[in-house]
């Protein structure tokens, strides 16, 4: 299966923006890019996703690296709200089956500074 | 209605007892997740079920026994755990069947096995 890594923690003051690297090189062409987040005692909760164009949405921004092998998150103004564990995911053909598989990476927790 | 609703919230059970978790979702999903979560981990994928048959079995060992009465309801059925199975255990569903779909998880079941 297709693996993604992380920074295991990065931090961020308040207010400014941060960016979440995520490296996933053996991504295949039909694998999707999730990221989620996930605040102590809570399910993951969904954040944004792409394919091979950059993305935003009221929450983030979806860097896509040409090549794919390489994304990263934004977070335009981090607030102390933000402070969780973001995780990058790619969304695999399970071929056997036809279903889709979500595999996590191992995350990084951020840290917002006030 | 978006919510996956996961009962009970907590669970300690016995290593002889027998138990089950519960999973509930009315957003018309026909794909269904379990996955585990130890502390200070990602969620680990253990069954997907789709259109109410199993799609996916991580390699789970039997004593955990998934089973997908109706499109709206998901069950583990618990038996014989062992101490190093307390986890988070969280559901999840999807569409199942679009390529622009995201996952929406529940709260967790935090199981404790003594």
């Known amino acids: 299966d297709a693996k993604t890594t992380q920074p295991n923690s990065m931090e961020s003051n308040e207010e400014e923006p941060v960016h979440l690297p995520c490296n996933h090189s053996?991504?295949?062409?039909?694998?999707?890019i999730h990221w989620y987040r996930q605040l102590p005692s809570q399910g993951p909760e969904y954040v944004i996703h792409?394919?091979?164009s950059n993305v935003n949405n009221r929450m983030a921004s979806l860097a896509i690296a040409e090549d794919r092998k390489s994304s990263t998150l934004i977070l335009h103004r981090a607030t102390l709200r933000d402070a969780a564990v973001y995780y990058c995911?790619?969304?695999?053909?399970?071929?056997?089956?036809?279903?889709?598989?979500?595999?996590f990476g191992t995350g990084t927790r951020l840290k917002v500074l006030a | 209605d978006t919510e996956v609703t996961q009962t009970p919230k907590h669970l300690v059970m016995g290593m002889t007892n027998k138990k089950s978790l519960k999973c509930e979702q009315h957003m018309g999903h026909r794909a269904m997740y379990w996955y585990k979560q130890k502390a200070k981990k990602p969620p680990e994928l253990m069954f997907v079920y789709s259109y109410e048959k199993l799609s996916i079995n991580e390699s789970v060992p039997s004593r955990f026994s998934p089973e997908c009465p109706n499109s709206s309801l998901l069950n583990l059925h618990l038996h014989a755990l062992q101490p190093e199975d307390s986890a988070l255990y969280l559901c999840a569903s999807s569409q199942g069947d679009s390529l622009n779909e995201k996952l929406f998880f529940g709260s967790g079941t935090q199981l404790s096995v003594l």
């Open positions: 995911i790619l969304r695999v053909l399970y071929t056997t089956s036809g279903t889709y598989k979500y595999i």
């Open positions: 053996t991504i295949s062409g039909t694998d999707y």
């Open positions: 792409g394919l091979t």
